[in-house]
């Protein structure tokens, strides 16, 4: 079967450095795309990685190994309004994509 | 930038009820998506569109059926409404035949079947 994988829940401090894993076993693997979702509000698209690597788009930074399975979503001198659940999501061989639960992330003053 | 509009933030049905969700989008995008979002559960595929006319059966088809008769408007219809059906129904579009381009969504319509 097909798995996405991430924690439920992280908490993190204002101003600190918070990673969010995201594992995978998928049918075949076309990218991997991470989405922010506020409370209440649509998903918007952060980043999408194809190639094993680190890709920074400013505060927020994502890294794909695909022999491990594995990526992670790095956010840096987080602000109040980064608490928002994190979406990871595969797009396996037939190129529909497959969705992790979500990591609600809480950020404290 | 790229609207997803839905008729609807929040909706309240009854059981047995014909139920209509819109979604309309504004980039002439040719991939269209309807998905349910549940608590502790990742986003669920239930229809989706990759062009007008055509549809596709996601991983929980049952009791919902889809129109595109549009290409910037695909409809989500409930054919008659159970409790198990309410939840947040998000659509999505997306630009293009390959999946590599990000799906923009819509803000959602939560919905309670009474």
């Known amino acids: 079967g097909q798995n996405i994988d991430q924690p439920t829940e992280m908490t993190a401090t204002e101003g600190a450095i918070v990673q969010i894993n995201c594992t995978y076993q998928?049918?075949?693997?076309?990218?991997l795309f991470w989405y922010q979702q506020h409370a209440g509000e649509a998903p918007t698209f952060l980043s999408y990685n194809v190639l094993d690597g680190l890709e920074e788009k400013g505060r927020f930074s994502s890294f794909l190994s695909r022999s491990k399975g594995y990526s992670y979503l790095l956010l840096k001198e987080l602000q109040m309004k980064d608490s928002a659940s994190y979406l990871c999501?595969?797009?396996?061989?037939?190129?529909?994509?497959?969705w992790g639960a979500g990591t609600k992330l809480i950020i404290k003053p | 930038d790229v609207k997803v509009t839905q008729s609807s933030r929040y909706l309240v049905k009854r059981t047995g009820e014909k139920v209509f969700l819109e979604c309309v989008q504004d980039m002439d995008h040719e991939n269209m998506f309807w998905y349910r979002q549940d608590p502790g559960l990742g986003l669920r595929l239930i229809y989706f569109?990759?062009?007008?006319?055509?549809?596709e059966k996601g991983d929980i088809p049952e009791g919902y059926s889809v129109s595109r008769e549009k290409k910037e408007r695909f409809s989500l219809i409930l054919e008659s409404a159970s409790t198990n059906q309410t939840s947040m129904y998000l659509c999505a579009s997306r630009r293009g035949a390959r999946g590599n381009q990000p799906q923009h969504f819509g803000d959602g319509t939560r919905l309670s079947i009474l």
């Open positions: 569109s990759y062009d007008v006319k055509m549809k």
């Open positions: 999501a595969v797009l396996d061989s037939n190129y529909q994509l497959i």
């Open positions: 998928t049918s075949g693997f076309n990218g």
